[in-house]
Nanobody, 114 residues
Framework: QVQPVESGGGLVQAGGSLRLSCSAS????????MGWYRQAPGNQRELVAT???????NYADSVKGRFAISADFAKKTVYLQMNSLKPDDTGLYYC????????WGRGTQVTVSS
């Protein structure tokens, strides 16, 4: 399987922090973009943040100033530092890696209690 593997989710109180990690090392071709998406119950999957090999980042408006994405493309890993977490950040967080195809992880649960 070449599926990316996420880790680092958990339960945290509002205002707290979590750091998510994702390894896509089993993808043997060059990865161009890596990112994080999330899905809350009853909602569609939405973009959280992406980063390109060139270092360009893109964030959802709802997380700007609170979350920071970083990546090591040589190691095919991507991270998401999440600070000042809010209950609305609760959801299943998916890692995505893009080559000419798009690869998705199985997700890691983030729950923020009020």
């Amino acid at each position: 399987q070449v599926q990316p593997v996420e880790s680092g989710g958990g339960l945290v109180q509002a205002g707290g922090s979590l750091r998510l990690s994702c390894s896509a090392s089993r993808i043997i071709v060059t990865i161009n973009t890596m990112g994080w998406y999330r899905q809350a119950p009853g909602n569609q999957r939405e973009l959280v943040a992406t980063i390109t090999r060139g270092g360009e980042t893109n964030y959802a408006d709802s997380v700007k100033g609170r979350f920071a994405i970083s990546a090591d493309f040589a190691k095919k890993t991507v991270y998401l530092q999440m600070n000042s977490l809010k209950p609305d950040d609760t959801g299943l967080y998916y890692c995505n890696a893009k080559t000419m195809y798009s690869y998705w992880g199985r997700g890691t649960q983030v729950t923020v209690s009020s």
